[in-house]
């Protein structure tokens, strides 16, 4: 199984469909939340969302999130468009990941079936194969296998090297 079966056999599980999309939609409550509220509340959602590392070690691990989701502007039009283009670039980037998934696995069936495909012409190309003129109906074997073997026909019409014939 391929690498990338594999772990997503193992990781599928734990894929969230449309993750930046929620991340987006998320951002742009967040946003919502913020524009309403008085500068003083403001202050305390910033500090509440905010990337704090003694306090995320002292358990407030939401902040790892949240952070995610502090408004970079205050200008609404520019939110929602830029949480648009989010939700846009999520969607397009999981539907070229599929495509990119998909490009994987054909090419790699194919160079599998290219590798077979070499395999055997290597196989039809091998030692016992090769031309020959002379085959002992005994022995089986040709001049290729011996090039010291000499062939004779013997009165039955068969081909018998010269190992044979000295042996009968
Ligand atoms: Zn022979």
């Known amino acids: 199984m391929p690498l990338l079966d594999r ?3 193992r990781f599928g599980r734990f ?5 930046v999309q929620i991340v987006a939609g998320l ?3 967040t946003f919502a939340i913020f524009v309403m509220q008085s500068a003083e509340a ?4 910033l500090d509440f969302l905010s990337l704090d590392g003694p306090r995320i070690l002292s358990g407030q691990v939401w902040r790892l999130v949240t952070y995610l989701f502090i408004p970079t502007t205050l200008n609404v039009l520019f939110a929602v468009l830029s949480a648009m283009m989010l ?3 999520g969607r397009g980037l999981e539907q070229a990941w599929g495509a990119f998934r998909l490009n994987l696995f054909v090419r790699d069936r194919l160079h599998m079936a290219k590798v077979m495909k070499k395999r055997t012409q290597f196989k039809e190309a091998s030692p016992t194969a090769a031309p020959f003129f002379h ?3 005994l022995c089986q074997k040709t001049e290729v296998d011996d090039p010291s073997l000499y062939f004779r ?3 039955a019409g068969d081909e018998i090297c010269s190992e044979c014939r000295k042996s009968t």
Not at 15 to 19: E, M, S, T
Not at 42 to 45: A, E, G, N
Request: proline share 4%; hydrophobic share 40%; glycine share 4%.
């Open 7 to 9: 772990l997503e056999s």
């Open 15 to 19: 894929a969230i469909p449309g993750l």
């Open 27 to 29: 951002k742009l409550l």
């Open 42 to 45: 403001r202050d305390r959602y």
């Open 87 to 89: 939700m846009w670039l």
């Open 135 to 137: 085959q002992c109906s």
């Open 153 to 155: 026909i013997n009165d």
